[in-house]
């Protein structure tokens, strides 16, 4: 990678090589096991001049997200993080039917986990998920969804039959285009010109400080922090006007953006969190140097425990089978000799295998049935939510493992 997508630089810097992985969500059915499999170098890097971290678009938006495998209503608390949001939302904004006639417009709505919440408060939204099969599932939820790719024509044309947006919402999605300033575009092109754009993206700052190197992914093509945030939106003619630090995916920032003319001073959580960012050397290659060296301790940590908990005779399988998760078991080697399986909530994925290790992914009663030693638990950013659902493995002397941000073994209470 040669030149900085946003701002067109040549001085890109390396923060951490993975390797080369196949793409974290192409889940494989037991008939492909015999077929060749393309895996794609996962080399991060930052450009020194605007600061945006970024991977090579090596795969389309188009090859990873017509057919997903993620459906976010599987995730019990990321379904509460949007009630809470749209509850606060509407009451912030005024956006109640009560209050007047409003319009709601989130970009890569998934199955509709989040547009339900407006349905059912009866007011107007619309959904844009490119993923033909999870927007389905919108559909028959209820939920208004079109089945598109962002583009500034999509945000155009979307105004001009709806009208325009007050509120247009994209959570942990403006990773994952590699036209950073078309969508942006896009995004204004959807908003009214005094209106909101609430965008939520994992916070590069955390990532970093957290060892959280298996959000590294090749559907995410950027990695923010505010200060490059600031420069993607202006791209777009949008201004930020506000941060909200969230602890979704293992710490994420919420970007409250206004169309440039309406957005007027930003506010002081802006100054303090660039503030905080300075300070960590994130506007220096300082802040970086370190990072791969902490990501190496990781993978030894993990392989030690799994090497000597097998010399043991002890089993230990997977909880959880995220695009994350595949970073984590590809970086490491972990293939079925070390882990025999591992278990997911969603039932897309049963009877699948992990790409490029071929871990065999098997419906959550399993681990019941077989009374594990251990559980390593590939969402580690559910811990909480996690940690109560795997209470049962109490009964029997399980316990839980955390690999990031350092290996951690937990005792569960039942």
């Keep these: 990678m040669t030149q900085c997508r946003l701002c067109g630089s040549e001085a890109m810097a390396s923060v951490v090589d993975l390797g080369a992985t196949p793409p974290c969500e192409s889940f494989l059915s037991a008939d492909q096991l015999d077929q060749p499999e393309p895996a794609y170098p996962l080399h991060l890097r930052v450009c020194t001049d605007c600061w945006l971290a970024q991977l090579p678009v090596l795969i389309t938006p ?65 959904g844009i998920e490119p993923s033909v099969n999870v927007g389905a599932a919108a559909r028959e939820a209820g939920v208004p969804t079109l089945t598109q790719f962002l583009t500034p024509a999509t945000g155009t044309a979307v105004r001009e039959e709806h009208g325009p947006a007050d509120l247009v919402v994209a959570n942990n999605v403006y990773a994952h285009i590699p036209d950073v300033v078309g969508f942006t575009r896009g995004l204004r092109a959807l908003v009214a010109d005094d209106g909101w754009v609430s965008i939520e993206v994992q916070h590069l700052l955390t990532l970093i400080e957290q060892n959280q190197y298996d959000t590294i992914y090749h559907e995410h093509f950027q990695y923010y922090t505010v200060a490059s945030a600031i420069r993607a939106l202006a791209s777009g003619g949008l201004a930020l006007v506000d941060v909200e630090p969230l602890p979704t995916h293992g710490g994420s920032i919420r970007l409250w953006a206004r169309p440039a ?71 490491c080697g972990i293939r079925p000799d070390l882990l025999p399986y591992t278990v997911d909530r969603n039932p897309y994925k049963h009877g699948r295998f992990t790409p490029g290790t071929r871990v065999p992914v098997l419906p959550p009663e399993r681990i019941a049935a077989d009374r594990p030693d251990y559980v390593l638990v590939l969402p580690w950013n559910l811990r909480a939510e996690l940690v109560e659902q795997l209470s049962f493995v109490h009964a029997w002397g399980g316990r839980l493992v955390f690999p990031i941000p350092e290996l951690s073994i937990v005792e569960v209470k039942p």
């Design 62 to 126: 188009e090859e990873t997200f017509e057919e997903y495998a993620y459906f976010s209503s599987y995730s019990t608390s990321w379904v509460e993080h949007a009630r809470t949001f749209v509850g606060d939302a509407v009451r912030q904004l005024g956006l109640g039917p009560a209050e007047r006639e409003a319009f709601v417009v989130e970009v890569a709505s998934n199955d509709g986990y989040l547009l339900r919440h407006l349905v059912d408060r009866g007011i107007r939204c619309l």
């Design 261 to 331: 003319e309406a957005a007027g001073e930003a506010s002081r959580r802006v100054a303090e969190v660039l503030d905080r960012e300075k300070a960590a050397g994130l506007r220096e290659l300082s802040g970086y140097t370190e990072f791969s060296a902490r990501v190496a301790k990781v993978r030894r940590d993990l392989l030690r425990f799994l090497i000597e908990a097998a010399e043991r005779g002890e089993t230990v399988v997977g909880y959880g089978a995220p695009g994350k998760g595949n970073t984590l078991l590809n970086h």
